[in-house]
């Protein structure tokens, strides 16, 4: 059924509450921070401003939580190691329905809503795309009124603060909290004391039952904050209840009085460092062992603090599956399987059977990989010092599991060896088959994903439980990333369709015969350009450079990896560059080439890539016989707040993972929800993207994943194509020589010769491909009305990757949740 316009907009519930706003604003200037307009900086303004929000977030969300309780609604926890959340104020603004008012508000007070949201830090809970599905969804749940939380970690640092120095990614702490978060409400009174260490004696109940008791372990605690989570309209604020870590004693009196003070305060350090960095670098043991230790603080507070409600709310814990359900966002929460196990057995003396039921029951698994170094695995040794107990029901739960396994394989042994828990060869226990075991449902994030997942990843898996597994292709919230992010095109549609496109995303079909209206298309291209102004001058402010809103914004924004293939993007832009100075070949539009993305800190390979981008942009943009035609930037600090300036701005999609290593992508959704095309492979949602804005609309090139494990199978060998493509000769041989790093001779000759010898994404085998299917971009690009129907096509036909749709699909068939509105 085509979607029908809706011309009013939803009623928000704050509608006419400017005076109340003021009331708020000048009671928090004052009283709040002790400060009046003449005497506030900028950051306290805008801390004013976030407070007075968060009256009316705190209010909803009393009246949320009253409403979910008088309808005794079942309830998700969404468990995810991080949540790429951005900056609050002006999403809270928008779904409450208080942009404008708040606008007002300052004007009277001669202030600029515009420069007191610059004033807020991007919240450092989060990395990539994983953080950024976890926020979508939390962003969906309370916009479709469905009683969803997140559960995370209160990162004093998050990932890192990336700089860039004379071309290298250089990392400094990212101390987003340093004058704390206005929108955080802390929980005190709800706090966790979480074990570790310790040992495991074995004994006899009275009854003369097996009995382990987790003895000597030392305790950490969990004390939690609600960040508010908006709904659109504002009828519905649920919220993410981040952990901070502290010691469970702040020092001893003892050694402080004998004048030891630092071993006085040690425990409460070491217990701080869990929530101090997401991610620390696992590079060494003791990374590792904190690694280790903060999956095991998430889920030990999240599960404690789960079963705490149910307990409140006067239900026995028989009730969990019917009133709770938890998502495991990959294999990081995978511990909940043995955390809820332990907590069930040992705390609440149920037996293993029952206990086992209501786990799996309650429990289910999301993968986001196929690539073996992120299925992590924990050693047997690491696990048995920091997680004794956990240890001990592991190997109960893999006893039980392998039973199975044999009786439905008796002698099939290579079978049973890969679907054990524990890896005996290797010492370690498999996360993500311990996730798999203990969940009632594993799903896949893209329709190729999920395939791959069930015929290759966890085929075993499959043959033994189908009925367990699904897909459930991922999503982004347009209330960010169109609503909020692209103010220029949400007007014009809204102009054009009516608002109802905010809550069903469907609607944006009813653009696409618009794609044949010389007018819409004429103000259609006009706001791409105001966006392109507007990034220009993001990246002469980060990076220095001065860029052409006339040449074609070609982008790769994400995180830095090999499968992701920034390489093949950058032997691209160097083929291009030798067209133009060494062999004077015609160019058909001028290029902007933009990258921008951090790598982890113990990746080398990928921090080098980064060095590569701006050694050649010092190279090309300082070269006039190209930068009339071609220009590299690399933006810095790539996070929220600033991929919302860059998704709006951008033309050319760039989406070139190996086919087959990538499960989703979320990015490529963002792009083409902004009229951005999209060059790319056949891999993750870029193969759905294909299917919705046709194939006239989009750029696909390269080895599909059917042919990509046949070139592996026949041995590949990239040696050939050096030898017999001169395009990648030379561009290779250029690495080889200084012509890219004068001052740094030979810094990128690893780079060829491991390409030449290994190859291991297949860059080679798909450069000639992409090279043509640029030029095809850069023939449409010459027909301004032909790429910006193509454009507006893209806009109007990505409605299926609306977060709401996905979440809609999770509650009805993984969480059995629903929504829960105002009666």
Known sequence: MAPTATTVAPKNIFDADTEKLEQAFEYHLQYSLAKDLSTATSDELFAAVALSVRNFCIEQLNATEQRYQQQDAKRCFYLSMEFLMGQSLENNLRNLGLLTACRDVLSRHGLKLEEILHHEPDAGLGNGGLGRLAACFLDSLASLDMPGYGYGINYQYGLFRQVIVEGYQREQPDNWQIAGSPWLIERPAEACV?????????????????CPRWVDWQAV????ADLPIVGFGGDTVNSLRLFTAAGSREFDMGQFNQGDYMSA??????????SKVLYPSDNFAQGKELRLIQEYFLVACSIRDIVRQLDASGRPVTDLPSQVAIQLNDTHPALSVAELMRLLVDERDMVWEDAWKLTEKTLAYTNHTLLPEALECWSLDLIQRVLPRHLEIIYEVNRRFMDQVREQWPSDYARQGRMSIVDDSARSVRMCNLAVVGSHSVNGVSAMHSELVKNELLADF?????EKFNNKTNGITPRRWLYQANPGLSELITETIGEGWIRDLDQLQMVDPFADDAAFREQFAKVKRRNKVELGKLIRQTSGVVVDPDSLFDVQVKRIHEYKRQLLNILRVIHDYFSIVDYSSPVACPRTYIFSGK????YWAAKQLIKLVNSLAAVINRDPRANRLMKVVFIPNYRVSVAERIFPASELSEQISTAGYEASGTGNMKFALNGALTIGTLDGANIEIREEVGDDNIFIFGLNADEVAQKRREGYEPGSYYHNVPQIRRVLDALRTSRFCPQEPG??????????????YLLLADFESYVAAQEQ???AYTNQETWNRMAIHNTARVGKFSSDRTIREYASDIWQIRSAVSR
């Open 194 to 210: 979480i074990p570790l260490y310790g040992r495991v004696e074995h004994g006899q109940d009275r009854d003369g039952n097996f």
């Open 747 to 760: 810094l990128f000759g690893w780079i060829a010769d491991s390409l030449i010898q290994h190859d291991e």
């Open 462 to 466: 499959h043959s033994l439980w189908p």
């Open 221 to 224: 605690v969990g004390i939690p």
């Open 777 to 779: 971009v850069s023939q």
């Open 599 to 602: 790598a982890a800190p113990g």
């Open 265 to 274: 305060v040690r425990q409460k350090f070491e217990a701080e460092n869990i």
